[in-house]
């Protein structure tokens, strides 16, 4: 037998990438005690706990505003299956969490699509699983997002759209201004 046969096949590790944004990363340093680019791998049977609370979480937002634990992640395999995922619980009693346009309240959760985006506070989290085979650990890979992630995949806005279908914010820069008329002046 050669030494290439003998080598037993590597496992490959389900990875959940992650992209943070918070509007005052560059002043307050909201997530300092993050490892950015870097592949960090967590045993199955343990709970991720993101909060503020250092000696609860493993993820920590250094931020007074976070909860001491403000969700969690749990690795799981679905029922009678082979695939992988997570399932995401909100911890505050506060704040709601939103995956993508659900809303969490106070230990609800939900399993985590495999790209969503959550929401909570002035906090933005793109996640994106990247499938592997191990049942023993999962990974996780943090990145900083230098933009809104809401205007990055291009999430309708707040703003009403009236029905002419022009936006006001075009109108406006093309130096026109609305006239308000009576009906009868038509």
């Known amino acids: 037998m050669s030494s290439m046969e ?35 791998r967590c045993r199955v049977d343990e709970v991720a706990k993101f909060g503020r609370d250092s000696n609860i979480c493993h993820y920590n937002l250094m931020d007074t505003r976070v909860s001491r634990v403000q969700f969690t992640l749990q690795f799981f395999r679905q029922l009678n299956s082979s695939e992988l995922g997570f399932e995401i619980k909100n911890m505050s009693k506060k704040t709601k969490l939103i995956v993508d346009n659900v809303e969490l309240g106070y230990l609800n959760k939900i399993d985590l699509p495999w790209k969503c985006i959550i929401r909570f506070g002035d906090y933005q989290l793109l996640m994106q699983r990247q499938d592997g085979e191990s049942v023993d650990y999962f990974e996780t890979c943090f990145e900083l997002a230098q933009a809104s992630l809401l205007q990055e995949r291009h999430l309708p806005s707040l703003q009403p759209i009236p029905e002419c279908g022009i936006s006001p914010s075009l109108v406006y820069s093309q130096g026109v201004r609305p006239v308000e008329m009576d009906e009868n002046d038509l």
Request: include cysteine; aromatic fraction near 8%; charged fraction near 35%.
């Open 6 to 40: 003998e080598v037993e096949t590597e496992e490959t590790v389900t990875c959940l990438h992650i992209t943070l944004y918070h509007p005052c990363q560059e002043e307050k340093q909201v997530f300092r005690s993050l490892k950015f680019h870097k592949r960090e």
